[in-house]
């Protein structure tokens, strides 16, 4: 049975820092590029960061980039989402998710087969 498995959420000031965890299990996920997404209340779930399991790819959302820093490390089967000079509007609760390769845009929540429960993320202004 797949499962993700989210951790690391919190409660952060803006301008703060926290690292989100994503542990995966229950199958080989050579093959498949992981995400991350987050849903703020009354708004869709959005694209935040991508990246391929076998590396040479990442994606991340413009309103992430340089602040965010996703990654993996391959022995833990887990990958991470960095969150570095947070601000309020990041609230959100945030889930990892696996795409198969050739399933189309890492961005798109649509290519993704297995998803997290998710972890909530509130920024305090």
């Known amino acids: 049975q797949v499962q993700l498995v989210e951790s690391g959420g919190g409660l952060v000031h803006a301008g703060g820092s926290l690292r989100l965890s994503c542990a995966a299990s229950?199958?080989?996920?050579?093959?498949?590029?992981m995400g991350w997404f987050r849903q703020a209340p009354g708004k869709e779930r959005e694209s935040v960061a991508a990246i391929r399991w076998s590396g040479g790819y990442t994606y991340y959302a413009d309103s992430v980039k340089g602040r965010f820093t996703i990654s993996k490390d391959n022995a833990k089967n887990t990958v991470y989402l960095q969150m570095n000079s947070l601000k309020p509007e990041d609230t959100a609760v945030y889930y990892c998710?696996?795409?198969?390769?050739?399933?189309?845009?890492?961005?798109?929540?649509?290519?993704?087969?297995?998803w997290g429960q998710g972890t909530q993320v509130t920024v305090s202004s």
């Open positions: 998710a696996a795409a198969p390769y050739g399933s189309g845009w890492y961005g798109n929540l649509n290519a993704y087969d297995y």
């Open positions: 229950g199958r080989t996920f050579s093959n498949y590029a």
